[in-house]
């Protein structure tokens, strides 16, 4: 079946280690996107990517790292910079078509926890 | 800058109730769209519902439906039926047009946190 896929669903990391989230999408869609969400405070995107090879810094990209080297994928890197990286991490993607239209797919997240 | 605010941070109702969840925005576009998106226990986020400002029309999906009032910035949903599966916490959501220069990017509340109970 067509979706899209992050993993790993739970993740554990000391203090100062980079880790690197995976989300993978078997839609064809070319618009992906990675959001923090915090309790209390909604969804905040970090990066977003339109096109391979391109990708452009959200509300809150300090301490993110993404690549986008193949459209299927786009993984989000948590580095040592980013000062509460304890969350919980939504990809997302979307068609062109679908942009304009705000209708976002969603995987099933990642929780990070930083001990 | 455009902000998105609901006020209700949690909400409960009778299961076969009709239930109202308040959203209200921020924004000097005139042009721009708004959306409710679920998000069930399980985490994972799908779209209800969406509206487009320039259509005076309410939106309607089944059981879900909107009242949209443009001069007040003001987006409540309205589920009418209520069922258990409803329980989730719910987001709305603003967004420019693409060539206003968004991105397809969403900004959301939030969100509303809905019980419904047997």
């Known amino acids: 079946d067509g979706g899209i896929t992050q993993s790993p669903k739970y993740l554990f990391r000391k203090e100062g280690q980079n880790v690197t989230l995976s989300c993978e999408q078997n839609l064809n869609h070319d618009a992906m996107y990675w959001y923090r969400q915090d309790p209390g405070q909604g969804l905040r995107l970090i990066y977003y990517s339109q096109i391979v090879n391109d990708f452009q810094k959200g509300d809150i990209a300090e301490g993110y790292s993404v690549s986008r080297e193949k459209k299927e994928s786009f993984p989000l890197t948590v580095t040592s910079a980013q000062k509460n990286p304890t969350a919980f991490y939504l990809c997302?993607?979307?068609?062109?078509?679908?942009?304009?239209?705000?209708?976002?797919?969603f995987g099933e997240g990642s929780r990070l926890t930083v001990l | 800058a455009q902000t998105v605010t609901q006020s209700q941070p949690e909400m409960s109702v009778q299961e076969a109730e009709t239930v109202t969840l308040s959203c209200t925005y921020d924004?000097?576009?005139?042009?721009?769209?708004l959306f409710w998106y679920k998000q069930p226990p399980s985490r994972q986020m799908i779209l209800v519902i969406r509206q487009e400002a320039y259509k005076q029309q309410n939106a309607t999906e089944n059981r879900f439906s909107v009242n949209f009032q443009k001069a007040a910035k003001s987006f409540s949903l309205k589920i009418s039926d209520s069922q258990l599966g409803d329980t989730a916490m719910y987001f709305c959501a603003f967004m420019k047009p693409f060539y206003g220069g968004s991105q397809g990017n969403l900004i959301f509340g939030k969100g509303t946190k809905l019980s419904v109970k047997p």
């Open positions: 924004t000097s576009e005139n042009n721009y769209y």
């Open positions: 997302a993607s979307s068609t062109k078509d679908r942009v304009n239209t705000g209708e976002l797919f």
